[in-house]
């Protein structure tokens, strides 16, 4: 019964990373490209994201988005303080921060927009992910430090346990010892 | 509208702030976590091709494991054996005479004694 509740746990977490990192953003992208916006007189106002490579940022958008959904089912459907959810934490933090890098490699932190009969203005969010990936690196140092404590937990816990039970006064058929 | 477009000002102005003040001890980190980032996806792009269809199995392939992992191993087994043995500790039985468990037994296995 844990089992499908964690399960249904994951789906929810799923969806959360799916519409987040791959719906919204892909959207967001689709809604600037193919904005126009009037200029008077007869003008357009043009703005151009990734130098006009908008396929590719796509591309990488649903490639790692695809990666975070599934890392994110696993680790929202692994219990609390387990091994595994931390472990896969921490994966999605460094999926996140390739996820992140993928926006500047693939050109989407520029933007440019032309303005007619003033000339062009070019916005470069560049500064922005290296301070995300700072922020990331921070997350990473919780995790590590998350994951010593449970596995410090952990062995407490066994130890707990060999103290606690106690020699059975019974022989396995109920008689005396 | 001016009050929509001031608290969006404000917002900006308090992210900005703080975008700011953090930007001189974050940036360095960001800088060497783009150093393994460039190595790895080097590596990405001289040994996985560009094809979404591999993304699409890694995602599949994490949530059956996902599903298997957590049907078999839910992570509450432990929990609930413990608080059983708790909870038949205290009620367990003891004799009368000598204070040794008897379990359900009318006569104690110790002393013979009968309760």
Redesign the interface.
């Known amino acids: 019964m ?6 249904f746990r ?1 789906f929810i977490g ?1 969806a959360i990373y799916i519409i987040t990192f791959m719906l919204i953003p892909i959207l967001t992208f689709d809604f600037v490209d193919n904005m126009e916006i009037p200029v008077p007189p007869d003008q357009i106002l043009n703005i151009d994201i990734a130098k006009g490579n908008i396929d590719v940022v796509k ?1 990488w958008l ?3 988005g ?2 975070i ?3 994110a ?2 680790t929202w ?4 303080n ?1 091994r ?1 959810k931390i472990v896969f934490s921490m994966l999605l933090v460094f999926t996140n ?2 996820y992140l ?1 993928s926006y500047k ?1 693939s050109g989407a932190t520029l933007f440019g927009i032309e303005i007619p009969g003033l000339g062009s203005v070019t916005l470069d969010f560049a ?12 997350i990473i140092i919780a995790k590590i430090w998350k994951l010593i404590e449970v596995e410090i937990g952990k062995r407490k816990e066994k130890k707990e ?1 060999k103290v ?2 106690p020699d059975s ?2 022989g396995k058929d ?3 010892v | 509208m001016i009050l929509q477009v001031d608290i969006l000002r404000m917002i900006a102005e308090f992210i900005g702030t703080i975008f700011y003040y953090s930007r001189a001890v974050l940036t360095p980190f960001g800088e060497v976590m783009k150093l393994w980032i460039d190595a790895v996806l080097g590596l990405m792009n001289q040994y996985i091709p560009m094809e979404i269809s591999i993304y699409a199995i890694i995602f599949v392939v994490l949530i059956i494991c996902g599903v298997i992992i957590n049907y078999h191993w839910p992570g509450e087994k432990k929990g609930k054996e413990k608080k059983e043995k708790k909870e038949i500790e205290p009620s367990a039985d003891k004799c009368k005479y000598c204070g040794k468990p008897i379990g359900d037994s009318e006569f104690c296995p110790y002393c013979g004694s009968r309760n």
Request: with cysteine.
């Open positions: 844990g089992g499908m509740k964690n399960i994951g799923m591309f649903i490639a790692l695809l990666m959904s599934g890392l089912f696993f459907s692994s219990p609390r387990s595994r921060c390739f890098w490699f500064e922005m992910v290296m301070l995300y990936l700072g922020a990331y690196t921070l346990e606690y039970i006064t019974f109920g008689g005396a």
